[in-house]
């Protein structure tokens, strides 16, 4: 009689559902499904390399598209759609790009720093009226010498100097690169959408959400580092979205053929295949470096954004059928992975401080510059590192005790549980015009209001509270990665600020993660609609309340529209569009 581990089991006579641990049987209830790597073996493709859905013939016949255009829109869909989604939010952010003429908000900061930058390759100190002075004089304003102290990295001030660059010192000028940048984002998320979902349709609508986000749409039109650091971000996410559907292609190329012509799973090449040098994972270390080099929260988001990218590659080669996936993946791809994203990320930064490290080293060059030659010097490292390292180094810890222990009382501060649900904005600007001034009708009868308030548009803010709850379900329960991708996000964007609760924090920085609670609202609307196997009945049901819930969001960003533009308007009205105390 012979013996193997498995005749020991009590549960191998058993149904396979039924020799599931208990615990997975009782999370069906809730709707959780088991790894789809344990699931039937169809064409191990369809799983690694899904197809993307296209417009039906129906749909082309009821519009009356004739069969020659049909294929050629339908072949050309992925970026026509995308394209004029894009054509919308470029129209709506680079309208009237230099109203208000004014320097609001932090623009006093960033504006000013990055004409510093770009022509001296240092931040300066201005001259406390510099303001008015640039204003009244169009930007031809003498650049001062002195270097100034700042805590953020130089990336986002070099974007928004090369709009300055090629359009002035001025208003348009300091919100032509953010204006760009915000439009190209919504580009990118409804390709990063198209791809997620496999739908076309899913992507422009996820593209569409964020052109009407009143939140994403303020910052780009305002010079502030949090929108640049959104675009290095998703576009990060994006390169990595690429990556994963390139490495699961060449995986299931690899895989071998039955006699059926079906691609099946296999162990030994699932454990072994090596998947290259992935160029578009290292292109996402440098988005992920130009991101830091932004704004310091940068760090959270590439660590988190470096085990997501792991997670999918164990995905990936346990579907393929290897037996020890996270084996497998420490040995083949983890190598790859973290110099492609970790030392580029770091070199990048280093190398954005190009400027402030070639400055003059004499005390006529950037800030702490001169550090290592003069309170630094005879360092028990100045052996190893050059003066130049030790200098930054000391600058370096110098902003990181400022941030930590920043707590300065301010108006518009905020906790970050009050994010999700627009719970206390930000206003950029704002007048009092007298009837027949300043765009105030003369019939106003009282004065206006002028407002820039950083405001999510609201709809589409409480709608994604919800959508967050249906991601985090089918994550958990169904194992859906794209839910995990879009949770991942979210998470990595917004979970870290909760360690800072008692430093004063700002709503505006939640536009990082905008784009990921538009997929999430773009995720619950394909719910919404229904599976494609579904009854025309609940098709219409699904389309009727999609379509409301979309309708609704666009009108409430149509009405909050004065308040994102510095539109003047009665002050009663502006009093009706403020729906809650907090946002007064």
Known sequence: MTSTASSTDPRQDLAPYDREPSWRRRLRRFGHEADPAAGPAGDVRDRLAPPYAEPGPRLWAALGVPPGPAGLLTRWSGWIGPLLVTLLAGVLRFWRLGSPKAVIFDETYYAKDAWAIVHRGFEVNWDKNANDLILGSGGHLPIPSDAAYVVHPPVGKYVIGLGELMFGFNPFGWRFMTALLGTLSVLMLCRIGRRLFRSTFLGCLAGTLMAVDGLHFVM??????????????????????????????????????????????????????????????????????????????????????????????????????ARHPYRAVLLRDTGVTFLATVPV????????????????????????????????????????????????????????????????????????????????????????????????????????????????????????????????????????WRAGAIACGVAAGYLPWFLYQERTIFFFYAVVFVPFLCLAVAMLVGAILG??????????????????????????????????????????????????????
């Open 531 to 584: 599976p494609p196997g579904a009854s025309d009945t609940r098709r219409v049901a699904g389309a009727t309340g999609a379509g409301v819930l979309v309708l609704l969001i666009t009108w409430n960003f149509i009405y909050f529209w004065p308040l994102y533009t510095g539109t003047a308007i009665p002050i009663e009205d502006w009093r009706a569009r403020m729906w809650l105390d907090t946002w007064v």
């Open 345 to 480: 990320a770091i070199i990048t930064y280093i190398w954005s401080w190009a400027g402030w490290i070639f400055s003059p080293t004499d005390g006529t060059g950037g800030y702490f510059r001169n550090w290592a030659a003069t309170d630094g010097r005879g360092s028990s490292w100045s052996w190893l590192f050059p003066d130049w390292w030790r200098s930054l180094w000391h600058y370096e810890h110098e902003v990181y005790k400022f941030h930590v222990g920043l707590s300065s009382p301010h108006t518009y501060q905020s906790n970050p549980w009050s994010w999700i649900v627009d719970g206390r904005p930000v206003s950029y600007f704002y007048e009092s015009p007298a009837p027949g001034a300043g765009g105030c009708p003369a019939d106003a009868g009282d004065k206006c209001a002028r407002e820039v308030l950083a405001l999510g548009t609201p709809m589409l803010w409480w709608a994604a509270c919800a959508a967050l709850v249906y991601v985090l379900w089918r994550w958990f329960f169904r194992r859906d």
């Open 220 to 321: 780009s039109r305002t010079s502030l580092l949090d929108g640049v650091l959104m675009f290095f971000v998703l576009a990060a996410f994006g390169c990595l979205l690429i990556d994963r559907d390139r490495a699961r292609a060449r995986l299931a190329a690899a895989l071998p053929v039955d006699a059926d012509g079906r691609v099946r799973p296999d162990a030994h090449t699932a454990g072994t295949v090596r998947l290259g040098w992935r160029p578009w994972r290292w292109l996402a270390g440098l988005m992920m470096g130009l991101a830091i080099g932004t704004k310091w929260n940068g760090l959270y988001i590439l660590a988190a954004f470096c085990v997501m990218a792991v997670l999918w590659d164990v995905g990936a080669r346990r579907v393929a059928g």
